[in-house]
Nanobody, 125 residues
Framework: VQLQASGGGLVQPGGSLRLSCATS????????IGWFRQAPGKEREGISC????????SYADSVKGRFTISRDTAKNTVTLQMNSLQPEDTAVYYC???????????????????WGQGTEVTVSS
C-alpha cells in the first residue's frame, strides 16, 4: 500500500490549507485512513481518521472544530481541510492506512500499518 501526502506549505495564522492523501483504489476501499503530525522535538500525534466502513470521521481534541477529514471516492483520496491554523499546528503531516476494520476509527498509531511520506505545514506570520 502506497500513500502520497501533499498540500503542505507556509500559511499565516488564521489561514487555511488543504492536505491530500492519494492511494490506490484497493487501499482506499479496504483501509482506514488517518492523519498524523509531528512537530519538532515532539511525539507523532494522531489528529484525525476516517473509516472506509460508513465514512465515519474522528478528530483529536486539538483539531476538533477546525479540521475536516473527507473521502473523495472518485479520486481515491482522503483530504484534510485545515482552517483557523495556528503556529502550534506547525508540523510535518503524515497520512497512514490501517488494515483492521474500524467502523469507529481511532487516530492511534498502533492501528496503522502503512505510512506515506510527510508534507510540511508551517504556520507563521
Amino acid at each position: 500500500v502506497q500513500l502520497q501526502a501533499s498540500g503542505g506549505g507556509l500559511v499565516q495564522p488564521g489561514g487555511s490549507l488543504r492536505l491530500s492523501c492519494a492511494t490506490s483504489a484497493f487501499a482506499f476501499n479496504s483501509h482506514t485512513i488517518g492523519w498524523f503530525r509531528q512537530a519538532p522535538g515532539k511525539e507523532r500525534e494522531g489528529i484525525s481518521c476516517i473509516s472506509n466502513i460508513g465514512g465515519r470521521p474522528s478528530y483529536a481534541d486539538s483539531v476538533k472544530g477546525r479540521f475536516t477529514i473527507s473521502r473523495d471516492t472518485a479520486k481515491n483520496t482522503v483530504t484534510l481541510q485545515m482552517n483557523s491554523l495556528q503556529p502550534e499546528d506547525t508540523a510535518v503531516y503524515y497520512c497512514a492506512a490501517g488494515r483492521r476494520p474500524q467502523p469507529y476509527c481511532s487516530p492511534s498509531r498502533g492501528e496503522y500499518d502503512y505510512w506515506g511520506q510527510g508534507t510540511e505545514v508551517t504556520v507563521s506570520s
